[in-house]
Structure formats: structure tokens, C-alpha cells
């Protein structure tokens, strides 16, 4: 969450004016992250926030107010997208589009202990039940064709050794494109990382910035949250942590014998996908204000720890 496109407080009140939300208090940018301008605002009618989406196809975003409605109607806390006086949820604002949503309670847990991994867990399982039947469909601009496109640019910097484990991967995309394993899916997150999910001590208060949400496997939106959430001091997986994100995720579905087969491959794709991603992001907003350039390097010596994968998916509990 960053400030790429400042809002003042004048165009701030005007865009207000059209919602139920009382009068305009107090306005903050959010700094800290790499992809949306984000602004803590509050109101006499509440707490709220609001985004300017800068990168991806505006034509998507429909599927993000539909998806939080989904969620907000499982009972999972999601911050949906909170519409005007006349019924819109979608606006336009600085020239770019626009949403107000309800502000969470709670927290961002940086060291997080066996049980908040549990309750991650069993959250994402929970968005996976509850669009898994649904007709919610949507493409990853950052999947298995977009890895393909990208891997060989970066590779070829590499060294031997590493330029070798990399093909390796690569060859894993292309066989998976063209038969795809037979794996269940759903709609994911595909960004469950700390900083998106709020714990008022350890209860699971809320889950933000779903605007990289699409259809795809659901043991790969495991295997993205594994991995920023069951790391120990040394970035390796922490066996406790690990087991228990995976036995709360297994307590609401069971994992199936074919992704007992694909983990450790899954769990080098989702860090294969956030090296490539924080290298284009490093590429383009360097030296930038008010933005965080996150390091590419974490993810890259993950997927090179991954090469020995030694903890599996919990069959029967």
C-alpha cells in the first residue's frame, strides 16, 4: 500500500459527497507497498479506505466487488466495497479507479505463532469453499503463461548453477500448460502474506487487497501463504508453524493424493512467481518516494531452500 497518485482534501470531500458516510474528518496515506495508492480516511460516518487502483486491467475489477460480496456473505471479514447513494461501487477518481471499504479492526502480526498460522489456514480454506461452486471466474495476469514469458529474461542473468535449476522450473510451466494436473480449484488470494491479514490478538479479524485474486489451484494459494507465513529467523520453513498452517486448512478440506505429488514443485512456483514479480517491481520504482521496493533476493534463496521440500500435506486427520 502506497501513494502513487495524491488525493487533496478538496477532491477528497467532492468524492465523498456522493456516499452516505457523514463528513470528512482526517485523511492519511498509506506507504508501504508496491502496486496501489491507499489512504486511511476517516469519517463522522466511520473508518474507511480508500484505493486508487494503479496496475491491471480496470476491466477486472467488477470481479473484485463481486468476490468481496461473495466473501462479506460467507461471513468472512473482507472489506467489500461500500457503494454511493446510488447503489455504485466502482468510481473514478484523480483518473483513477476508485473504492471506499469499510476499514478493519485488528492488526499485522509480524511474528506469528503456531496458532495464528492456524487460523490462516482455515481462512483460506474458507475462501475456497466458498467460491469454489461458485461462477467467479478470472484469469491471473501474473500465472503460469506470464512466468513462461518472464522466467528467460531473468534466467540468463544468472549462474550456471542457478540458470540450470531455473530451466528446470521453466520446464515444470510449459509440461503444466500443456496438460494441466488435475488439482482443485477455486478462487485465490494469490497474496496472503502477512501484511494482508489483520489478527485482533489471535483472532482472524480481516483479509485485505484482493486485486490480485484469481481462478487457479487452490494448493498454490497454500503454498504462496507457506511461504511468507511459516518462515523461521534462517528463512527456511519452520516445521510448527508449516504443519499447523497446513492442519487448518485440512480441518475445512482435505488435501487430495495428487497435491501430496505436486507440493514441492507448488511451493517453488509461488516463489518463483514473487522473485519475478519484486524484480519488475524493483525495475520500475526504484529510487521512487514514498514507495517499498521490496527485496527479490528473500524469494530467490526460498526457491533455492525449496530444492529439498521434507514437510507434506497432511492426507487424514
Known amino acids: 500500500m502506497s501513494v502513487f497518485t495524491p488525493v487533496s482534501r478538496e477532491q477528497l470531500d467532492a468524492f465523498l459527497d456522493g456516499f452516505e458516510v457523514g463528513r470528512l474528518i482526517d485523511v492519511q496515506g498509506i506507504e508501504g507497498g508496491s502496486e496501489n495508492s491507499n489512504f486511511f480516511v476517516s469519517c463522522t460516518g466511520g473508518e474507511f479506505v480508500l484505493t486508487l487502483v494503479e496496475r491491471g486491467d480496470p476491466q477486472g475489477l467488477p470481479f473484485i466487488v463481486e468476490l468481496l460480496d461473495c466473501l462479506h456473505r460467507a461471513e468472512l471479514s473482507v472489506p467489500y466495497a461500500v457503494t454511493d447513494r446510488q447503489g455504485v461501487a466502482l468510481h473514478q477518481l484523480n483518473g483513477k479507479p476508485a473504492m471506499l471499504q469499510p476499514r478493519l479492526a485488528g492488526r499485522h502480526v509480524e511474528r506469528p505463532d503456531a496458532a495464528h498460522c492456524e487460523a490462516v489456514g482455515r481462512w483460506l480454506a474458507q475462501m475456497h469453499a466458498a467460491t469454489a461452486a461458485s461462477s467467479l471466474e478470472r484469469t491471473s495476469e501474473r500465472g503460469l503463461a506470464w512466468m ?130 519484486r524484480h519488475i517491481a524493483a525495475d520500475q520504482h526504484a529510487g521512487q518516494p514514498g514507495v517499498l521496493v521490496k527485496d527479490p533476493e528473500h524469494f530467490l534463496q526460498l526457491l533455492l531452500r525449496h530444492q529439498q521440500v521434507d514437510i507434506g500435506l497432511p492426507l487424514a486427520l
Open 148 to 277: 513462461q514469458d518472464q522466467l528467460p529474461r531473468l534466467s540468463a542473468r544468472q549462474s550456471a548453477d542457478l540458470e540450470s535449476l531455473l530451466q528446470a522450473l521453466l520446464d515444470r510451466i510449459v509440461a503444466w500448460r500443456q496438460q494441466s494436473p488435475d488439482l482443485p480449484r477455486a478462487v485465490l488470494h494469490a497474496d496472503l502474506f502477512r501484511d494482508n491479514v489483520m489478527f485482533d490478538g489471535h483472532h482472524l479479524s480481516g483479509v485485505i487487497d484482493f486485486y490480485n485474486a484469481a481462478s487457479g489451484w487452490a494448493l498454490y494459494d497454500v503454498a504462496i501463504a507457506v511461504n511468507d507465513w511459516c518462515l523461521d529467523g534462517a528463512g527456511a520453513l519452520e516445521p510448527r508453524l508449516t504443519r499447523n498452517l497446513l492442519a487448518g486448512y485440512a480441518s475445512q478440506r482435505r488435501f487430495t493424493p495428487a497435491e501430496q505429488e505436486c507440493w514441492p514443485d507448488m511451493l517453488r512456483l509461488a516463489a518463483l512467481r514473487f522473485w519475478l514479480s
